[in-house]
Nanobody, 114 residues
Framework: VRLVESGGGMVQPGGSLRLSCAAS????????MGWYRQAPGKQRELVAA???????NYVDSVKGRFIISRDNGENTVYLQMNSLKSEDTAVYYC?????????WGQGTQVTVSS
């Protein structure tokens, strides 16, 4: 299993970013995928998840601002982040649980600052 995130960076409050996670090494379309984040000094938390059928769920703090989606033809999961706030600053990780084992990408830094 290989997960490679991209799309992070620095943005001003109110701005947008789109994260991508390219997946390989497993049958992507049948697995749920997740985006997590970890801010300095805090535990890693689930931000958004999408099932193989496209159902989604979000942590309350990002509802209405973030959108998770997937392209099974490209083996890629996305996280569109809008109306970013300083508290969204964190390293964002793509996750896939395959065969009962939780797999992670290397993470991509998102910094929201004026």
């Amino acid at each position: 299993v290989r997960l490679v995130e991209s799309g992070g960076g620095m943005v001003q409050p109110g701005g947008s970013l789109r994260l991508s996670c390219a997946a390989s090494g497993f049958f992507f379309s049948i697995y749920a995928m997740g985006w997590y984040r970890q801010a300095p000094g805090k535990q890693r938390e689930l931000v958004a998840a999408i099932t193989s059928g496209g159902s989604t769920n979000y942590v309350d703090s990002v509802k209405g601002r973030f959108i998770i989606s997937r392209d099974n033809g490209e083996n890629t999961v996305y996280l569109q982040m809008n109306s970013l706030k300083s508290e969204d600053t964190a390293v964002y990780y793509c996750e896939a649980t395959v065969g009962g084992y939780q797999n992670w990408g290397q993470g991509t830094q998102v910094t929201v600052s004026s």
